[in-house]
């Protein structure tokens, strides 16, 4: 398994942007695909956006397709996810994971993720 720990959230206001962080420590980065996932309060834990393990393919949740943007460094170790014209609807946890299976379109499936992270909160008023 991959350790992974996010930061960046916080406390924003609508149309503002942010920028989360995760490291990641353990199997070889660079042999995962990673993830990002939020889970707003009630509600499931959803697919936001995903990267190939050489970053040349980034998949993306319709909701935040055109907002937000997902990259890794596989030297740092690391997968970041900027996001742009944040809206209240984008309020959750987010949550870096990993894994070494699957391709799109499966891979927002968060079954497939055997690593996760503790996740960051980002609260979006309006």
């Known amino acids: 398994q991959v ?11 609508a149309g503002d942007s942010l920028r ?29 956006a995903a990267i190939s393990w050489s970053g040349e393919g980034t998949y993306y949740a319709d909701s935040v397709k055109g907002r937000f943007t997902i990259s890794r460094d596989n030297a740092e170790n690391t997968v970041d996810l900027q996001m742009n ?4 609807g984008d309020t959750a946890v987010y949550y870096c ?15 497939l993720y055997d690593s996760w992270g503790q996740g960051t909160q980002v609260t979006v008023s309006s």
């Open 20 to 48: 989360l962080s995760c490291a990641a420590s353990g199997r070889t980065f660079s042999s995962n695909t990673m993830g990002w996932f939020r889970q707003a309060p009630g509600k499931e834990r959803v697919f936001v």
């Open 97 to 111: 994971a990993a894994t070494t299976v699957g391709s799109w379109p499966h891979i927002q499936l968060r079954q």
């Open 85 to 88: 014209s944040l809206k209240p």
């Open 3 to 13: 350790h992974l720990v996010e930061s960046g959230g916080g406390l924003v206001q």
